[in-house]
C-alpha cells in the first residue's frame, strides 16, 4: 500500500487498520476492540487484550528461530568495553534481574525508577519491569539530585535500581552522592537502592543500597506477567512549561503495536537487520528506538556507551556503524553538527565501510539544511528528518520509507505519518490554510502509542495538551503545511527550549535562578548556538542593596543551575541588568529577548512599559557584557 492509501486507511477506518497491526503481536488473548474511551474521556487503544511486552521482545523470539540471533550489542569505547547478547541470553539476564526485582517485593503496577548510565543493564532492568507488569521510570543521568529527587516523589517507585557510576568522556560521575541526596530530598529515605557495581567506581553496600549483581545471581527467574494493553508500561518525564515535570504515560498495547508498525513503515528495516538509535535510554528516543521497538520487531539493537566526538575522534558514528553493520541510523542534528565541526571535510568518513549502512534519520530538533545537506554530502546516505515528541513515543510526521520514499524538501519533516491527522490552527482554534503558520495540533484520537494521560495528574493532562483547542491535542510546537502536505516545524511556542536535542523548561530555569537570594527577578530565554541549537541565557535583576559583585552572582547562578537541573542544562550565560522588558500587563518580552540575543532584527512591540530597557540590555550584549 502507499502512503497516501495507509494514511486515508488509519484515517477512515482506524478500528480495522490498527487491529489488522495489532494482529501482527503475539497476544496471549486479542484485543476484540481497537479504540475505547475510559471514565475521563481519554481515548484507550486495545483495551481487553492481553499481553505482555518483554514477552513480545524477547521469548517470542527465542520460540520463534532467533533464540541464537544478535539482540543487544554494547558498545563502550568510555568504558573500553564491547559485549554482545543474544535472544537468549538478553531473555534470560531480564528473566533474573525480574526475579531479582520480585524478591525485593515488586509487583505488577509497583513503580522502578532508574538512574542509569548507557550500560546494558539499563536495557535489561526496563524489560525486567516489563515483565512483572512493573511500570519503569528512567531518570537521564545527565539530571542533578534534585530533577531525581522530583521525579522520585511523583512516581514514589518501590524499588529504585542504578550503577556506582556514569562515564562521561574521560570524566567518572559518581552517582551515589547524588541518589543519596535526592531520597533524602524526597523524603525517600527507606526505598531499597540496588546498585550496579562497575569497576570505575567502587561502592559500599548496606541494608539499603544492595548489590545488584549478587542479589541477580541468587534471584530466580521471573515469567512475563499477563498485562492489559491499556495497562502502563512506563512514566517518562518531560519538561513542560513549570518547574514540575509531567509524567508521560506510556501504555502496554498501543506502545508495542505502534513500535512494531513504525519499524516497518517509517524505518524500512526487516527482522534480524541491525538499528542503532544513537541516543540516550534517558529519552524517548532511547526508550523506544533502542529498547522496545527494535528488539519488539525482531532487530539486532545496539547500545552505544560514549559521544559522537572525542570517544575517541569524530569518526565514532562511522565505526560503529561499520563495525556492526548497522543498517538505519538515528541520531540527533546536533551530534551530526558536533562532527561536522571536528570534520568538516569528511575526512574521517572515508576509514570506514559504511556499504551496510541504508537510511540516516534524525530527529529531537530542527534539521537545518545545512546540516541535512553535509550528511548527505559526506556520506553520501539518504538522510530522513521525522518530528516526534516523548508524548507521542513515535514519529508524528516523516518520510514512511517502508511505504515509498517521498522526495526530501529541505527544512521539512515530510509528511503526517498514517494514523496522525495533523493540522495548523490559528489562535481561535481555526484552521489555516496551506503556507499558514500556527500552532501544530493533532486531531483526537492520537493513534496507538500516544500518552493517554499524564502519571497521577488527569488534570495537567487535559490543561497542557487537550483544553486550548477542544478536539485536538496541543504540540506546542509552531510550523506550517505546505500545498504538498509537507510539513515544517519551526520550533516551540512555548517556554521549553532544546539544547543538543535535550528538551528543557526555561520556566524551570528560572524558578532556579529567581530562587537566589541576591536576584529579584529573572528571564532565561533560549538563544542560538551553532552546535547545540540552543543554549540558555539568562537576564538577571538584582535585589537592591546585594554586596555580591555581578560575576560572582552569575558564578553561582551558573553552579546552581547545574546542582539543580544539571550540566545538560548548559546554562552557562548570564547578564545582570537593571530591568527586563515587559508589556504593560507585565509579561516579560521573551520573543524581543530572543532576537536580541541572536543578533536579528526586532520592532519594539507597541505594549512595551519601558522602551529604555531594551535599549539598555542591547548596550550590554554590544559590549559582549555576558557574565560567565
Ligand atoms: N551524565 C552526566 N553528565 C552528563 C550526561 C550524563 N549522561 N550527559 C551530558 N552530561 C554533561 C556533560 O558532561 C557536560 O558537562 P560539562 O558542562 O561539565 O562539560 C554537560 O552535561 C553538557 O553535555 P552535552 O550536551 O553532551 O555537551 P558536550 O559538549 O559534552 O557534547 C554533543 C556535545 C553535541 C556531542 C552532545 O551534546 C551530543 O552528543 N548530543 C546528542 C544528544 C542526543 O543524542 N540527544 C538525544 C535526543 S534524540
Ligand atoms: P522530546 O520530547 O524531548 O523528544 O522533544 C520534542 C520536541 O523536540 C518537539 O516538540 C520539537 O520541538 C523538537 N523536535 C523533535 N523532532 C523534531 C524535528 N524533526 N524537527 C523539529 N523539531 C523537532
Given amino acids: 500500500m502507499s502512503y497516501q492509501q495507509q494514511a486515508d486507511h488509519a484515517k477512515q477506518q482506524p ?11 503475539a497476544w496471549y488473548s486479542p484485543p476484540e476492540q481497537a479504540l475505547s474511551q ?21 521469548d517470542y523470539h527465542c520460540e520463534n528461530g532467533r533464540a541464537e540471533q544478535t539482540a543487544l550489542i554494547y558498545d563502550s569505547p568510555v568504558a573500553e ?123 559500599e553496600f548496606n541494608q539499603q543500597y544492595l548489590d ?9 527467574p521471573a515469567d512475563c506477567v499477563p498485562v492489559d494493553a491499556t495497562d502502563p508500561l512506563y512514566i517518562l518525564y518531560t519538561s513542560g512549561t513549570t518547574g514540575k515535570p509531567k509524567g508521560v504515560v506510556r501504555d502496554n498495547g498501543g506502545h508495542a503495536v505502534a513500535m512494531n508498525y513504525s519499524m516497518q513503515a517509517v524505518y524500512n528495516v526487516k527482522p534480524g537487520d541491525v538499528f542503532w538509535a544513537a541516543s540516550d535510554v534517558g529519552w524517548v528516543v532511547g526508550h523506544s528506538y533502542i529498547v522496545y521497538a527494535p528488539l519488539i520487531y525482531g532487530c539486532t539493537t545496539i547500545l552505544y556507551e560514549g559521544k559522537p566526538v572525542r570517544t575517541p575522534d569524530a569518526g565514532a558514528f562511522w565505526r560503529v556503524a561499520s563495525e556492526h553493520k548497522v543498517k538505519v541510523l538515528f541520531a540527533a542534528p546536533t551530534a551530526f553538527r558536533a562532527i ?21 534519520f534524525m530527529a529531537g530538533e530542527r534539521l537545518d539544511p545545512p546540516t541535512l545537506e553535509w550528511t548527505i554530502n559526506k556520506t553520501d546516505k539518504p538522510v530522513t528528518d521525522h518530528w516526534w515528541q516523548t508524548e507521542t513515543g513515535w514519529a508524528i ?8 520514499r517521498m522526495p526530501v524538501k529541505a527544512g521539512s519533516a515530510t509528511k503526517a505519518l498514517p494514523g496522525y491527522q495533523v493540522t495548523i490552527l490559528d489562535e481561535m482554534g481555526d484552521e489555516c490554510g496551506p503556507m499558514a503558520q500556527g500552532f501544530i495540533a493533532i486531531k483526537l484520537p492520537l493513534p496507538p502509542g500516544c500518552l493517554p494521560t499524564v502519571w497521577g495528574d488527569q488534570a495537567r493532562f487535559e ?23 509537507y510539513l515544517f516545524v519551526m520550533g516551540r511556542i512555548d517556554d521549553v527550549i532544546n539544547v543538543a536535542g535535550h528538551r528543557l523548561s526555561t520556566g524551570e530555569m528560572e524558578e532556579v535562578v529567581g530562587a537566589h537570594p541576591a536576584v529579584a527577578e529573572c528571564a532565561v530565554i533560549g538563544s542560538h548556538d551553532d552546535l547545540k541549537g540552543q543554549v540558555p541565557f539568562g537576564l538577571v535583576v538584582l535585589k537592591d542593596g546585594v554586596q555580591q559583585s555581578e560575576q560572582e552572582v552569575s558564578k553561582e547562578l551558573v553552579q546552581k543551575v547545574r546542582n539543580e537541573i ?21 509579561k516579560i518580552l521573551r520573543r524581543t529577548l530572543r532576537q536580541l540575543a541572536d543578533g536579528e532584527e526586532y520592532a519594539i512591540p507597541s505594549t512595551i512599559d519601558d522602551p529604555a530597557s531594551l535599549g539598555e540590555i542591547e548596550e550590554l550584549m554590544r559590549q559582549g557584557r555576558t557574565m560567565i
Avoid at 212 to 220: F, I, K, M, N, R
Fill in 15 to 25: 478500528e480495522q487498520f490498527w487491529l489488522e497491526q495489532a494482529q501482527q503481536l
Fill in 38 to 58: 475510559d471514565e475521563h474521556g481519554n481515548y484507550r487503544w486495545f483495551k481487553g487484550g492481553s499481553m505482555n511486552t518483554a514477552y513480545l521482545a524477547l
Fill in 81 to 203: 568495553q564491547k559485549q554482545q547478547f543474544t535472544y537468549a541470553q538478553l531473555r534470560d539476564e531480564v528473566s533474573s534481574t525480574a526475579g531479582m526485582l520480585a524478591a525485593q517485593g515488586v509487583t505488577k503496577g509497583d513503580r522502578v525508577v532508574l538512574y542509569m548510565p548507557m550500560i546494558p543493564q539499563a536495557a535489561i532492568a526496563m524489560l525486567a519491569c516489563a515483565r512483572l507488569g512493573a511500570i519503569h521510570s528512567v531518570v537521564f543521568g545527565g539530571f542533578a539530585a534534585q530533577e531525581l529527587a522530583v521525579r522520585i516523589d511523583d512516581a514514589q517507585p518501590k524499588v529504585i535500581l542504578t550503577a556506582s557510576c556514569g562515564l562521561e568522556g574521560a570524566k567518572v560521575i559518581n552517582y551515589m552522592p547524588m541518589v543519596s541526596l535526592a531520597l533524602e530530598q524526597s523524603q525517600q529515605m527507606t526505598t531499597p537502592v540496588l546498585v550496579w557495581q562497575r569497576p570505575q567506581q567502587a561502592v
Fill in 212 to 220: 545488584w549483581q549478587a542479589l541477580q545471581q541468587q534471584a530466580e
Fill in 340 to 360: 561536522k565541526k571536528r570534520d568538516p571535510d569528511g575526512a574521517l568518513v572515508k576509514d570506514y565501510d559504511l556499504s551496510q549502512l541504508q537510511d540516516i
Fill in 397 to 404: 510526521a516523516g518520510n514512511p520509507l517502508g511505504l515509498e
Fill in 463 to 485: 490543561s497542557a495538551y487537550l483544553k486550548q483547542f477542544p478536539g485536538y491535542y496541543v504540540s506546542g510546537d509552531g510550523g506550517y503545511i505546505d500545498e504538498d502536505d
Fill in 566 to 586: 544539571g550540566p545538560l542544562a548548559c546554562f552557562k550565560q548570564a547578564i545582570i541588568v537593571q530591568r527586563l522588558p515587559k508589556t504593560r500587563s507585565g
